[in-house]
């Protein structure tokens, strides 16, 4: 089976410009999350999803991100306007949600700011 | 405080030896603990995770929890220079969402 894939793997933009991550999770899994990593604050949970329906966007920095699950099978990361402190790596995973919570993780997108 | 802290190391330990990795957490409802493995450019993948107190072991890998004094360790015997990477302690803190250290670093030399 296909693992977790996110789309692109590398972005490099200007600062100001639109961004927009995508990731399929793997079928059947029911949560989504989006991470953020960097050197200086490590892996950061962003936003997750169950079953479609944001639950908690606690770590969402401010209103520049916004994240979407239209369907079971795809989500969106969009950042408006992008700013050179954006520039990090950005995680997609998927879980079953049972105990054992094992997340997987897609590739992930490479996000440069410029 | 941090809620999971863990030293970003680098730890160096030769060929053949054990490694030993440490995380504490700060939330005393914590129920669940991970350890992801997370090679240089790549995504974290999964070795173990534990929910009671004491040892659980899987091939090279221990995990240990102590509840009590809010700490969990990692122990890899037999190290591998494949093994050198960063370990990631993770902690579930409810309804699926989990809190990742900053992950040690580990350097396993031939």
């Known amino acids: 089976d296909a693992g977790v894939i996110q789309s692109p793997r590398h972005e490099v933009t200007e600062m100001g410009q639109e961004v927009t991550l995508r990731c399929k999770p793997i079928s059947g899994h029911d949560y989504l999350f989006w991470y953020r990593q960097t050197m200086m604050r490590g892996l950061e949970l962003l936003i997750y999803f169950n079953n479609n329906v944001p639950i908690d966007d606690s770590g969402m920095p401010e209103d520049r991100f916004s994240a979407k699950m239209p369907n079971a099978s795809f989500s969106t990361l969009k950042i408006q306007p992008s700013e050179p402190r954006d520039s990090a790596v950005y995680f997609c995973?998927?879980?079953?949600?049972?105990?054992?919570?094992?997340?997987?993780f897609g590739p992930g997108t490479r996000l440069t700011v410029l | 405080q941090k809620e999971v802290e863990q030293n970003s190391g680098p730890l160096s330990v030769p060929e053949g030896a054990i490694a030993s990795l440490n995380c504490t957490y700060s939330?005393?409802?914590?129920?669940?603990f991970f350890w992801y493995r997370q090679y240089s450019g790549k995504s974290p993948e999964l070795i173990m995770f534990?929910?009671?107190?004491g040892d659980k072991e899987d091939g090279r890998f221990t995990a240990q929890l102590n509840k009590a004094s809010q700490y969990v360790s990692l122990l890899i015997r037999d190290s591998q220079p494949s093994d050198s990477a960063t370990y990631l302690c993770a902690v579930n803190t409810g309804f699926q969402k989990l809190v990742f250290g900053t992950g040690t670093r580990l350097l396993v030399s031939p």
């Open positions: 939330d005393r409802g914590s129920q669940s």
């Open positions: 534990i929910y009671s107190n």
């Open positions: 995973a998927s879980s079953l949600g049972a105990r054992d919570n094992e997340q997987f």
